[in-house]
């Protein structure tokens, strides 16, 4: 059993001691650990080309055109059975070095894209997927914050960890916590978030969100959209649409069972979507082989160009 900490801040700094301290109460449940610090890595953007949900859905594998560090993280992640973040907050969401991940990520690390891909294989089309790619994961975050804001880092936690379909153990946010590792009630906090996470990993088919239930009784997010169509509300982590209701003095979000099938954190939901990918794609790409689409792009070409740094 093996688990792996990333911290997203500076070197030495509350997001590196939140890890250590995980690493450390997971160590005395006997796991084998390894930390990692984002900022050390050179991980480029997202470029947005697709060429990755492309190349799965084609039966090439998952490629990514960009060449640096995230094949080394990743493969550092899918040697774990169990990952723990620990995160600044920016701007009220998590730092840029994890938004990162998260775009690199999906979706070409997509659960039900990695399904697909395999099922290509078997039928004797296209590469074969990583197994470790098919296989569950236990998951469990940290938010380091200066202040009480309240912030989508949760909700962005969530989406993170829905992409391969991963299992959410804990995921909490430490408020006013500029002197985190000077905090024993918090230091002692990552410490329990270490050993559950360790014990999920021991067992991950039996394994339980350790958190606080949230609002979304299906995903615990707290997050949402409200349509303006009365009570109508769509989670904006899982993205199930119900109504939100007032009973006994508690905010609750209702939906119909039949929502679970659209889930984005499901098997089934991320058929639907990677079904929508596909046909989408198709449509696109007739589009772009047009004339009228390529004299568009000739006539943006000739309009403007971007201006440069001078170097």
Known sequence: MK?????????????????????????????????????????????????????ILNGRGNMCVLKDDFNWLLDKIYDADGIIYSIPIFE??????????????????????????????????????????????????????GSEWCTSVQCDFGIHALTPMWKIINNEVFSWSLGIAADDKKIARANEIGVNIAKAAADIEHAEYKGEAGICPHCHSRNFYITGENTKAICCLCGIEGHVAIVDNQVKFEFNDEQLKHA????????????????????AMEKLKSDEFKKRVAEYKEFITASMPEK
């Open 3 to 55: 688990v792996l900490a990333i911290s997203g801040g500076t070197k030495n700094g509350g997001n590196d001691a939140m890890c250590k301290e995980a690493l450390k109460g997971a160590k005395n449940q006997g796991a084998e650990i390894e930390f990692i610090r984002l900022l050390d890595l050179d991980i480029k953007p997202c470029t947005g080309c697709t060429a990755c949900v492309q190349s």
């Open 92 to 145: 009220k969401g998590p730092s840029g070095s994890f938004r990162t991940i998260m775009d690199r990520f999906g979706p070409r690390m997509g659960r039900a894209h990695q399904v697909i891909a395999n099922e290509l294989f078997k039928q004797g089309k296209g590469k074969p997927v990583d197994p470790r790619f098919l296989k569950d994961k236990v998951i469990s975050f940290m938010a380091v914050g």
């Open 264 to 283: 984005h954190d499901t098997m089934e939901g991320q058929f639907i979507h990677a079904d929508d990918i596909r046909r989408n794609t198709a449509k």
